[in-house]
């Protein structure tokens, strides 16, 4: 099926370990975007791509980077892992504003 | 500070009966607004939109209502469904950054449970 598939659906990391969530979309959208979901918080941009080779900061890019690897995906790394960054992640692409979003299912991620 | 607010953190309604869950913004620059259906281990999926120019849009059983004036919108269903139970989230587009790509902010969601 078309869509956004994200990896792994769930890791768990201990404090100051590093990993790479991985997102790729087969629907040809220029534009690509990591959120996380809190409780309570709704979903906060971490960083978005807007066209392949670009990258910028969201609302909470502290702890990440990202790597717009071509057209199709769009990795986060978390350096060195924090509890704080206990979340789910959501990959999304998008054409245009009207369709909206296509998200991906999430990534569980739990930092000990 | 919360630019996309959805004060009811959850609402229960009776199946057959309407569903309004609202939102209120503050940042006078949205000019598209957005709802989105969430279930349990699932991505968020697109349901509805309005553009500014718009008061109302329809589809189906879901009607967003847009009142710029007082920066509120609203989604109605009806009638309400057991499989409409689901975390809904507002969300209105924000600055555009280019080669379509328009960031959007979302409200903290509003859990909603259809009654059977």
């Known amino acids: 099926n078309a869509g956004v598939t994200q990896t792994p659906k769930f890791q768990v990391l201990k404090t100051g370990q590093s990993m790479t969530l991985q997102c790729a979309q087969d629907m040809n959208h220029n534009s690509m975007y990591w959120y996380r979901q809190d409780p309570g918080m709704g979903l906060r941009l971490i960083y978005y791509?807007?066209?392949?080779?670009?990258?910028d900061k969201g609302e909470v890019p502290n702890g990440y980077n990202v790597s717009r690897l071509n057209k199709r995906e769009f990795s986060l790394r978390l350096e060195s892992a924090a509890p704080s960054q206990t979340s789910v992640y959501f990959c999304?692409?998008?054409?245009?504003?009207?369709?909206?979003?296509?998200f991906g299912s999430g990534t569980r991620l739990t930092v000990v | 500070d919360q630019q996309v607010k959805q004060n009811s953190p959850s609402l229960s309604v009776q199946e057959g009966r309407i569903s309004i869950l609202n939102c209120d913004y503050t940042?006078?620059?949205?000019?598209?607004f957005l709802w989105y259906k969430k279930y349990p281990a699932e991505g968020p999926t697109f349901l509805i939109s309005i553009s500014s120019i718009k008061d109302k849009n329809e589809d189906g059983r879901f009607t967003v209502f847009l009142n710029k004036s007082a920066k509120h919108l609203s989604l109605h269903i009806v009638p309400s469904q057991p499989g409409d139970s689901a975390v809904y989230f507002c969300a209105a587009s924000g600055r555009y950054s280019g080669a379509g790509s328009y960031q959007l902010t979302f409200g903290k969601g509003t859990k909603l449970s259809v009654i059977p």
């Open positions: 999304a692409s998008s054409e245009a504003v009207g369709p909206g979003y296509t």
């Open positions: 940042n006078s620059m949205f000019d598209y």
């Open positions: 791509s807007a066209s392949e080779g670009t990258t």
